[in-house]
């Protein structure tokens, strides 16, 4: 089944990846369904892109911090941590 988009580049922020990962499950389904069911390719792929963009919209914010960040602020907790005990101690 060959799967003709009128759009092909309107998926272009989500990744060259994303779009073929997406195209070969339309692929699978149209060889597994076809002749039984019409599919819509654009349809579901601007479905499945508006879902994607979502999700990626809704990313919490600490997903966006650097490894540097993170490694920094492990390391101040893990200190902020040590001094705790470190003075239940003394």
Known sequence: MSIRLT??????????IWLRDQLARLAQK??????HYRID???LLARLAHTARAAKAAAPATARIS???????????????CSRLESRLW
């Open 30 to 35: 149209g060889a597994q369904f076809g002749g």
């Open 7 to 16: 759009q092909p580049g309107a998926y272009a922020d989500l990744g060259d």
């Open 67 to 81: 490894t540097g960040d993170r490694i920094r602020r492990a390391t101040i907790e893990a200190i902020e941590h």
């Open 41 to 43: 390719a654009d349809a």
